[in-house]
């Protein structure tokens, strides 16, 4: 496939001379360091190393991201949570007051917050009522502004997975930057999109730590592409956009997959169960089916089961303003003891409900 990303990038990206750092003019090992303005002496802390610098480029960490995932350092930018990478792409690609970006909601709210900051514009193909993507309103609002297309999958709010076909036709057919955003693909591994990086020049697939690995605290959010793409996220990054206690976390959780691994089998049984037991109450309608940690449920009074929740310390999401998701609340996947706590509580919302 022929398609050059850097036609599409802003021309004040173009002749951006990127700010250069201490370290982006020496990064090899030496003695003394007089370079960065540091204090050698340290912290006044006993136990970290804090008065360096980190590193700009998190190779470290890249190259372990790398053998895990099965991609190259070159195809990897970390960045300030995958909200940052959201940032960068839009800024990169978009040209403010000009361009657009296209979302298909129901989903995810900050493509449009963050498109909306950087002065683009939002265009909407919304998806049908059974949450398919629909490819003859994408396709009708594809115009030549759009720069950019956000597909979140597994979707945020509604849980499910886009098949591979429609994120294929988009990145053949839409001439435009391909986003599919992977926060929650941990909880559904064979569903990802990430190894078409290889075929797909466009692509750009975001992962977080803040989701399945349970570090949302660290903030680091992986963005994978072809390397041209990953060369102009660089060139506009904050100098030290990772800070040195999050690659340093993040190199601790990579020693601790197959812990993860074990969480997420615990999280996935879990929402099976959560799924059967909302399944079994007369007030919920429906719960769609879900490939991440959290059910999408349509109640018959969602505001006041809300409500009822919030009364008994439970909180839930309140997605019921969201397009097709009227009366629907979004339920994370909890320990197994905070899940039954929300079945008996909405126990006791049935009974009461069907008292009066
Ligand atoms: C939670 C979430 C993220 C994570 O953002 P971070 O900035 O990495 O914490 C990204 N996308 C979606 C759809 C999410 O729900």
Redesign the pocket.
Known sequence: MTFNPDKLVRENIKRLKPYTSARDEFSGAAMVFLDANENAYGAPLTQSVLNRYPDPYQKKLKEKIASWLGVKSEQIFLGN???EAIDLLLRVFGQPAKDAVLVMPPT?G?YTVSAQINDLKVVEAPLTPDFEMDREVVERTLSGQVKLVFV?SPN?PTGNVFPQEDIVWLLENSGKIVIV?E?YIDFAPDKSVLSLINRYPNLVV?R?F??AWGS?TI?L?MAFADPKIIHWLNKIKMPYNVNGLTQKVALDLLENVDQKNEQLAKILAQRRWLKENLEKLKIVQKVFSSDANFLLVRFERAREAYRFLMEGGIIVRDRTNQLHCENCLRITVGTEEENRKLIERLEEFELKCASV
């Open positions: 949570g995958s909200d995810y900050m979140c945020n955003d926060a975001l977080t803040s989701k949302a903030r959010g």
